[in-house]
């Protein structure tokens, strides 16, 4: 009797356990421009990590109502942080410009840090919002925000990925063209 009711009570909960667990779609921000090579190689240039600053680096889609609450659009998740994704897709970028070579140790005359500002869904609107510096030598020669606005159809999960990626991309390849 004692392992008839282990048994039950054991079935019990993992059938609860399986009711609740809900199907999480993950999302990861892509470069959508031609990762083609270059015949010539451009300028050398280090990026920095990029951060991310508050509720906007964070693996879960952020996405705010009418009255700047925080809601829930559905089991939505990015694959890494939005500013690790922004780093690659820079990367990218960088390096189908043929304008620029991307190097990953410090010794170069030009550096580029960039500060992921917002990345969020407010009011039917995937904002993409980063900051960038451009040091030759060690002296600022460029800087600015980059902000980007991209309205949403509908507001599933699905829709806000595409969105914030398209988002993105517009804000990486515009910061590129002020670059060049």
């Known amino acids: 009797m004692k392992?008839?009711?282990?048994?039950?009570i054991a079935a019990l909960l993992s059938a609860c356990a399986i009711k609740q667990t809900r199907e999480v779609s993950l999302y990861e921000l892509k470069f959508s421009g031609d990762l083609g090579n270059c015949g010539?190689?451009?300028?050398?240039?280090?990026?920095h990590s990029v951060y991310g600053v508050g509720a906007s680096d964070n693996k879960e889609i952020v996405v705010f109502d009418e009255n700047n609450r925080q809601?829930?659009?559905?089991?939505?998740?990015?694959?890494?942080?939005?500013?690790?994704?922004?780093?690659k897709?820079?990367?990218?970028?960088?390096?189908?410009?043929c304008k620029f070579a991307p190097i990953f140790s410090r010794n170069s005359n030009t550096e580029l840090r960039l500060k992921l500002l917002n990345f969020s869904i407010e009011n039917k609107f995937a904002l993409t919002q980063?900051?960038?510096?451009?040091?030759?030598?060690?002296?600022?020669?460029?800087n600015g925000i980059i902000s980007e606005k991209i309205p949403l159809l509908n507001l599933t999960p699905q829709d806000a990925y595409n969105a914030l990626n398209l988002g993105a991309n517009n804000a990486i390849n515009k910061i590129i063209k002020e670059l060049k």
């Open 40 to 47: 010539m190689k451009g300028a050398e240039i280090y990026l």
């Open 89 to 97: 897709m820079a990367i990218d970028a960088l390096n189908s410009s």
């Open 71 to 87: 809601i829930d659009i559905g089991e939505a998740k990015f694959i890494s942080r939005p500013s690790e994704m922004i780093y």
């Open 130 to 142: 980063i900051g960038y510096e451009l040091t030759k030598n060690q002296k600022m020669v460029k």
């Open 3 to 8: 392992k008839i009711s282990i048994f039950l």
